[in-house]
């Protein structure tokens, strides 16, 4: 089971995955480039070969890619849509270039035009950036969200009309973010529950379109809409939703990567993976 944890570009995108290493990741989750920033300067050839050496040594596999968090596919605003649209293909060009199999992305706020037409936005937004990208193989990844004020994606029912009215379905998956679904209302905190919601999912949505997961615990209630995210265990969610998480055989073989609070010397992320692990029962 890879399991692992989102890592600073900080000094380059190698050496994300030194410390993917440092902490003990089987796999990372990474920006491709600065996530506060519109413009980025184009990769070079060094960076890419340092980037895919270090995989090559380190073995960590799979890697996502997080988009920036200035994109938003769902904007009313004609000038930040079409800003988001270019920045996205741009993010997918990097990731085609880096190997990077995955780019998760936040589906996008409607800013109080309304859930469809913001959903009919980033469907239009999804549609031209794939259409723009047809030679890369990069798998887009709709993340789960909390659902706070307008911010689409807190329903699983959004993943699916997204993914349902998309020309090129075959390039979107689903990233699951347990604190999301958790503040979005979707329950973890036993076994029976996390059955329940993961039955839930792969009716309306489809088991084979989840890729990858977030795995957070959260600081908020059940169905409070408040995206903040706690280290594993301390939450609202507690360790038996995860025992049955990182036990589960249909969920096994997807990355799993903590978003949890970290400092530089890593130590959160090597406890997180650490209980994570020890909670992962021998057959």
């Known amino acids: 089971m890879p399991l692992g944890a989102h890592m600073s570009i900080a000094g380059g995108l190698h050496q994300a995955v030194w410390r993917g290493q440092k902490a003990g990741c089987d796999t990372i989750q990474v920006f491709v480039k600065n996530a506060n920033r519109w413009k980025a300067k184009d990769l070079t050839e060094k960076e890419i070969n340092d980037f895919q050496q270090a995989l090559k040594e380190t073995g960590i596999d ?4 997080h988009n920036s968090y200035l994109i938003n596919l769902a904007s009313p605003d004609e000038d930040l849509w079409l800003k988001s649209l270019e920045a996205m293909v741009v993010e997918v060009e990097r990731c085609t270039s880096l190997g990077i199999p995955y780019l998760d992305l936040h589906p996008g706020a409607h800013s109080g035009a309304g859930e469809e037409v913001g959903l009919a936005r ?15 193989q990069v798998m887009l990844l709709l993340e789960t969200t909390a659902g706070q004020g307008s911010v689409l994606g807190g329903h699983f029912e959004h993943l699916a009309e997204l993914i349902s009215n998309c020309f090129y379905p075959e390039r979107l998956g689903v990233c699951l973010d347990t604190c999301h679904i958790f503040a979005a209302g979707y329950d973890l905190r036993t076994a029976e529950a996390c ?3 993961f039955q839930e999912f792969d009716e309306i949505i489809g088991l084979e379109k989840l890729k990858a997961i977030h ?7 059940l169905g409070s809409h408040r995206d903040r995210h706690e280290h594993i265990g301390m939450g609202q969610i507690g360790l038996e939703g995860f025992r049955w998480i990182v ?4 969920l096994k073989p997807l990355p799993m990567l903590l978003e949890t609070p970290k400092g530089p010397d890593l130590k959160e992320d090597m406890d997180n993976l650490s209980l994570l692990r020890s909670l992962i029962e021998e057959y």
């Open 247 to 250: 036990n589960n055989p249909l």
């Open 195 to 197: 059955e329940k919601t």
């Open 215 to 221: 795995i957070n615990d959260c600081k908020g209630e």
């Open 62 to 65: 799979p890697v996502v890619a």
């Open 122 to 136: 980033i469907t239009a937004a999804l549609n031209e950036i794939i259409k723009r990208t047809e030679n890369s």
